[in-house]
């Protein structure tokens, strides 16, 4: 089982994003979709290491959060702070982790960090967060659809949609992503054992 625990970075002199960020996400293939927790933080259980990227990607796409991804058993309630289990005390320390790295995510299992999943989801990451809202549109087009398609839907030129997928790194994303699917649920494979 996976939760990931997200908190929202400077806080206390931003506006509240926890709002925006549930609505977001309202969408989740979640298990226990995710609720504000304290504070500025949210929290939300998923059963697969795709469900966890498909929720990544709205949090970092949402604005400037610490993102701790914990992998362990569950036992779960009905909402997120009522469950308990490995995979959320991993997602809470994972979340303090995230706060001090460069990139701010953070994977963890009872048996401590995840390497190389870790890395993987940080540098992913990195360019999730780095591209443009033009740039996501055609990215996020572009992983179901032609590029003659996303041309016609977006109404620009090809040569506009290739250019668009090559500066936002689109391939290192989508690369980065199926790998990254497999090292979690590998990961969680192993928790479950």
């Known amino acids: 089982m996976f939760v990931i625990n997200a908190d929202q970075r400077s806080s206390r002199t931003e506006a509240d994003r926890v709002p925006q960020l549930l609505t977001a996400a309202a969408d989740c293939a979640a298990a226990l979709p995710f609720e504000r927790t304290v504070g500025d933080e949210v929290q939300g259980v998923f059963a697969s290491g795709a469900d966890v990227l498909a929720a990544l990607e709205i949090i970092l796409r949402s604005g400037r959060w610490s993102v701790g991804i914990g992998i362990g058993a569950a036992q779960l309630a009905d909402r997120p702070s009522a469950s308990r289990g490995s995979a959320f005390i991993a997602a809470r320390d994972a979340v303090e982790i995230a706060k001090n790295r460069w990139q701010e995510i953070a994977v963890c299992s009872p048996n401590g960090t995840v390497e190389p999943a ?32 996303v041309a016609a839907q977006l109404q620009i030129s090809q040569q506009a949609v290739s250019d668009s997928l090559r500066a936002s790194k689109a391939a290192a994303i989508d690369e980065g992503m199926t790998q990254l ?3 979690l649920d590998r990961e969680d494979g192993r928790c479950d054992v």
Not at 139 to 149: D, G, K
């Open 118 to 149: 870790q890395t993987l989801a940080c540098l992913t990451g990195h360019w999730i967060e780095r591209a443009s809202e033009r740039q996501w549109s055609v990215l996020r087009l572009a992983r179901n659809h032609t590029q003659r398609q």
């Open 181 to 183: 699917e497999v090292l």
